[in-house]
Every structure is written in C-alpha cells, then in structure tokens.
C-alpha cells in the first residue's frame, strides 16, 4: 500500500507537469493526451526502422501498448490531462479507504488471535488449579505447572478486564479469524488490480511527456533503483 501510494504521488507530481507544459506550449489543445501517447509511439516506430533486425517485433509492441493505453482512457473517459488528474485523484481515494480497511482488518485478526491465546492459557490451567485443590500438586510435578500456572493467572485477570472471561467459544473465534483472513485476501485481489491501473496510468504519464522529459523521468527511476 505504501509503495502504491508513493506511485500515485509521482503520477499526480508528473500531471502538475503535464499540465503546466500543456499551458505553456499553444500548440497544444485540452483533447492532446492520447495524441501525445499516439505521437509518442509513433516516435518509436520510426527508432525502429533503424533496427537492424527485430523491427517487426518491435512494431507490434508498441501497437499493443499504445492500443492498451488508449482502450484504458476511452473505458474511463478521460480524454484531457484535467480529466486524467480527477481520476488518479479517484484511485488515489480508493487507494485510502483500501488502506484502511486493511489496517483493520490485520488489527482485528491481532485482537482475535491474542484473546484466542489467552483463552488458551486459561484452559490449560484449570486442570492445575483442580490439582492444587485436591492437594494433588507435589513438588515434582512443581516446575513443570509453574508456567501454565502464570499464564493462566495473566489471562484471567485480563480476560476477565475485557469482560470476556466465560463468554468465548474457541470455534467461533476460528470461524471469525478465517474469515477476516478471506476478506484480507479479496483485498489482495483488488490492490492487485488497483496497481495494474496505476502501472497504466504511470505509463500514460510517461508516454504524454516531451521526450526530454521522458529521459529526465527515466533517469530518475533508474536512479532509484
């Protein structure tokens, strides 16, 4: 999440770019996104005309690319750098509420799986505390029970703080936990496509540039490799 973020950040620093340098150069008009993404593979399909093999291939990547990112604007109407902003601003909100319910999530299996524990702890000691009761615990069973005894003296009196003490079923907690852990992994799904749509968007950003600033760009990501 927090690698995503940091991506979406630089989107939206390289859109303020966009935007400027759209304003500045009168050439260009409010509809020059994709025709900056089709003159861009266009540029590259000449670069490959030098090639001395591989031209073909090369070709068709760039087509498969270029088709991609302009099926990717038409599907979420965007046709102007402004439109592009509102929807990264749109992922960037997605990106939060994904991020927060994800940190719930993860805190609330913590909060399970810790009462789970100490209700652990205090069913092993009962059977100990039955034994001292009935002046069966000797001193060679004495070490051995020590621990089990701590612990279920520590999750009583926190048990019985949370007002949990008797009111837990075991099968529930686990039906509990493994369904907190489903919907975690439903998360998943979506961050993975949630970065899928940012990967696009990075190279819609990338692709819009003048090719000055597209080097300047990919030497920045080179450097921070």
Not at 3 to 17: C, G, P, Q, T
Not at 18 to 42: G, P, V, W
Not at 165 to 191: F, P, S
Not at 193 to 216: G, T, V
Request: proline share 1%; with cysteine.
């Amino acid at each position: 999440i927090l690698l995503l973020k940091e991506k979406v950040k630089d989107i939206m620093d390289v859109i303020s770019e966009l935007s400027e340098e759209m304003h500045r150069n009168e050439k260009y008009t409010k509809s020059d996104l994709s025709q900056c993404i089709q003159k861009y593979f266009a540029d590259r399909n000449e670069t490959a005309e030098s090639y001395s093999y591989g031209k073909n291939k090369a070709r068709k990547t760039n087509l498969k690319k270029m088709a991609e990112l302009l099926v990717y604007l038409e599907e979420h109407h965007i046709s102007t750098i402004e439109e592009l902003n509102e929807h990264v601003k749109g992922k960037k909100a997605e990106l939060g509420i994904l991020g927060q319910i994800n940190r719930r999530k993860k805190a609330d299996i913590a909060g399970i799986k810790e009462n789970l524990r100490y209700l652990n702890w205090y069913e092993e000691g009962i059977p100990v505390i039955g034994e001292i009761e009935k002046r069966k615990f000797n001193k060679a069973k004495e070490r051995i029970k020590a621990e089990t005894l701590r612990r279920y003296h520590i999750a009583k009196r926190i048990l019985t703080e949370r007002g949990l003490l008797g009111k837990m079923d075991k099968n529930v907690l686990q039906q509990e936990i493994c369904k907190l852990e489903n919907e975690t992994k439903e998360n998943y799904v979506q961050y993975k496509a949630l970065l899928k749509d940012i990967k696009q968007l990075q190279d819609i950003c990338m692709f819009s540039r003048n090719p000055k600033e597209q080097k300047k760009q990919k030497a920045k990501e080179e450097n921070s490799l």
